[in-house]
């Protein structure tokens, strides 16, 4: 069956530095890929997202990078701030229509001053 | 910039009561979307409301769900009679039709409770 998981629950980082969040996904179908912050008490945030015919997107501060011959996503965080402090979800979808998003467990990144 | 609102904030309800949960999409957005998440859990799909009909659901979307869209802006999930393990965080989600990719866009939530 799909599932999208995540490989580390928490992840320590001292501010300053790079963040690297990573994630599974089995379902071969999946051709967009969503990465998600969730602060406590709020909803998911879009970060940033992917097609799967691109192997490599950027956002202000964030890089997602796609690895399809081993299903494998990732988020960068450049220069790690409190502020980014969250859980993060990656999530996976087939385009196009209705579809639903299919969310991983999460990762829970916190940030050391 | 735009974004999906959702009331209320926070329920309380007994068990076998009916519960409604509002949102107002995106003005734009033409799909829509209901998610929850147990506390500590992922974010689980619901239900997908396209064109005045739901065009997907889950095995958690059982009969004691329903929603709908009563007007332009507005769009509910309605749990009828409530059960103890439906305590959860409640998130609505939209997306447009075309022309902003595929991202779907939550509201903040409804914790609701069922005592």
């Known amino acids: 069956g799909e599932s999208v998981g995540l490989h580390l629950p928490t992840l320590s980082v001292q501010e300053g530095d790079n963040s690297i969040i990573n994630c599974a996904y089995s379902n071969s179908a999946s051709d967009y890929f969503i990465w998600y912050k969730q602060e406590s008490g709020k909803g998911p945030q879009f970060i940033i997202d992917?097609?799967?015919?691109?192997d490599k997107r950027q956002g202000q501060r964030v890089t997602v990078l796609l690895n399809k011959t081993v299903k494998h996503l990732s988020l960068q965080i450049a220069a790690t701030q409190p502020g980014d402090s969250a859980v993060y979800f990656c999530?996976?979808?087939?385009?196009?229509?209705?579809?639903?998003?299919?969310f991983g467990t999460g990762t829970k990144l916190q940030v050391i001053p | 910039e735009p974004e999906v609102t959702q009331t209320p904030s926070h329920q309380v309800t007994q068990m076998g009561q009916e519960v409604i949960l509002r949102c107002v999409p995106i003005s734009n957005h033409l799909y829509f979307y209901w998610y929850r998440q147990i506390l500590g859990q992922k974010v689980e799909f619901l239900v997908s409301f396209y064109n005045n009909e739901i065009s997907e659901k889950s095995e958690i979307f059982d009969d004691q769900f329903s929603v709908e869209r009563p007007d332009g802006s507005n769009f509910t999930l309605k749990i009828r009679s409530t059960k103890l393990e439906d305590s959860a965080m409640y998130f609505c989600?939209?997306?447009?039709?075309?022309?902003?990719?595929?991202?779907?866009?939550f509201g903040p939530g409804t914790r609701l409770l069922v005592l």
């Open positions: 999530a996976e979808n087939i385009s196009g229509g209705y579809q639903k998003v299919t």
């Open positions: 989600a939209s997306r447009a039709l075309t022309g902003m990719g595929e991202t779907q866009y």
């Open positions: 992917i097609r799967s015919n691109m």
